[in-house]
């Protein structure tokens, strides 16, 4: 490992991933029936090709780290500045994106499972995704990269007519550090290089991790070119790297690892907030100190660098894209499953919180399913919009059950977006809220406290308005709208 990232500090793992020292191989889906596909949606749909690219824990901010990314899909499609992840954490916001359904309706709420609420691919009900209903419609479906927290198995999710998905070590991009662990029949000692299941075959490909994606990306848009095809690549960076027992900064492709040294976390208002008093007594905190500080540069470093390796691959992924001649026929996604706290508010690290640095990501979109071009849309939208918008773009309606809406399919609708979070070891800190249309963020959490905030004035959110008297209509208004949104399904959650 890189000696200057070797010096980052271990932190609890947030996205952690237990390897057991012996694996079950698993049958493939549960073979329940599922619903059928749904009809064409009929006029102004042509179908087109999808690549989907997943990154993990990248804010909004990073996009800065991105140029090559931001001048292809920025510039020749849209950029959403208010795109939301409602449960900002890996393995909820992946079910959120495959199913178009908030965290309450998929039932995934955690990343492991045996915790207080239902978490890990266990309790994921994956018979009913956009792959099913995309693949039952005759489109060819790729998946690349990291798939729900605690998927250690050989079966193969339904709908999926090429499965690539790490299974073993996909936390440790590569070499970064000494760890063998045994496994079971069929699989040899692991090294530190990560294993795949290729379509129900265990398989060990040497490689910085993020490269080997894009390869097997690149090689999948080639022989899938005739189309129409869906491709999903999961790309780990900037996730911290992952051990059995500590998480630290993310490890770069050598020809990256001084790309941004020295690189601090951004040093907006809110990083080591001077006064947290009027935040929820479970979130004030002590004032970070130098090392802590120090520990937080490192891992804005080491993210900054490992994404540069995702800078190349969309390139990569461009290029494949057009030597095929089929870029102009494909849609392409850019977004991240949550974004991640690098000092705000006294949060050195982590996700899983309703404030912007965690719950806002990145969304990026270009094809000819995009119908503008170097725009910026500031209207909120989320995850769960995005399965709805994929498979009307193959010609098909809205995702059956989602509870987002397809884009560009007519007006954006202005609708509050549930923002939902469950810390494990500490339900008073659990939270369920909104972020309106009107730029209003609303928070109530488990210990009955409330947060509210005007992002138009306070981007920050540095005031919490909730207990100032002149804001009490105000926030009422929000608690019932909330009560409304809790347990909405389908169409019940575009209400205001």
């Known amino acids: 490992m890189n000696g ?7 932190i609890s793992m947030v996205c952690a991933i237990t390897v057991a020292v012996s694996m079950v191989v698993l049958s493939g889906g549960s073979g329940s029936a599922r619903p059928s596909s749904p009809s064409p949606s009929g006029a102004g749909v042509v179908p087109t090709s999808t690549v989907l690219v997943l990154v993990d824990d990248m804010r909004t901010s990073d996009l ?31 079910a959120t994106l495959l199913t178009g359904q908030y965290a309450h309706n998929t039932g995934v709420y955690d990343n492991l499972a045996g915790g207080i609420r239902p978490g890990g691919v266990s309790a994921f009900d994956d018979d009913l995704t956009m792959a099913t209903v995309l693949n039952d419609s005759g489109v060819s479906t790729g998946y690349v990269g990291k798939y729900l927290n605690q998927y250690h198995h050989l079966w193969v999710p339904p709908g999926w007519s090429d499965w690539r998905a790490g299974i073993l070590d996909e936390y440790r ?14 699989l040899a000692t692991y090294d530190g290089i990560t294993t795949y299941n290729l379509n129900g075959v265990a398989r060990t490909i040497a490689g910085y991790e993020t490269t080997v994606q894009t390869d097997l990306s690149t090689r999948f848009i080639r022989r899938n070119a005739a189309g129409p095809f869906f491709l999903l690549v999961n ?9 059995p027992t500590v998480a630290t900064a993310p490890v770069p492709h050598e020809s990256h690892e001084h790309d941004y040294d020295g690189l601090q976390a951004p040093r907006s208002r ?48 461009r290029a494949a894209l057009n030597r095929q001649g089929v870029l102009g026929d494909t849609n392409v996604i850019f977004v991240s499953d949550n974004g991640f706290m690098l000092g705000e508010h006294r949060i050195p690290l982590g996700k899983i919180w309703g404030y912007e640095p965690s719950a806002k990501v990145p969304l990026l979109m270009a094809g000819p399913g995009v119908p503008a071009s170097g725009v910026v849309r500031q209207h909120p939208v989320g995850l769960h919009d995005l399965a709805s918008t994929i498979t009307r773009w193959h010609g098909l309606g809205p995702m059956p059950g989602a509870d987002g809406v397809p884009l560009f399919a007519g007006r954006a609708p202005r609708r ?77 959650c575009l209400r205001r």
């Not at 200057?4 to 271990?10: G, T, W």
């Not at 080591?272 to 004032?287: C, F, V």
């Open 4 to 10: 200057r990232i070797s010096r980052a500090r271990p």
């Open 64 to 94: 800065k780290v991105l140029p090559k990314t931001r001048r292809w899909l920025a510039r020749d499609g849209v950029r959403f500045s208010a795109a939301y992840a409602p449960t900002p954490l890996c393995c909820p916001a992946r």
């Open 173 to 186: 991009y590569r070499h970064a550090g000494d760890w063998e662990v045994g496994v079971g029949p069929g």
């Open 235 to 243: 790309y780990l960076a900037p996730h911290s790297t992952l051990t």
């Open 270 to 317: 809110a990083f080591n907030e001077p006064d947290m008093s009027d935040k929820p007594t479970g979130l004030q905190r002590s004032a970070m100190t130098p090392p802590t500080i120090e520990t937080t540069d490192l891992f804005a470093e080491g993210r900054a660098e490992s994404l540069q390796s995702v800078d190349d691959g969309m390139m990569a992924i």
């Open 416 to 492: 509050d977006i549930l923002l939902q979070g469950t810390f494990e070891k500490n339900a008073a800190i659990s939270y369920t809220g909104l972020r309106t249309p009107d730029r209003l963020k609303y928070l109530e959490y488990g210990s009955g406290e409330v947060e509210l905030y005007d992002l138009a004035a306070d981007p920050q959110e540095l005031q919490n308005l909730a207990e100032e008297p002149a804001h009490a209509e105000l926030r009422a208004t929000l608690a019932a709208r909330l009560d409304d949104l809790r347990d909405c399904a389908g169409a019940g």
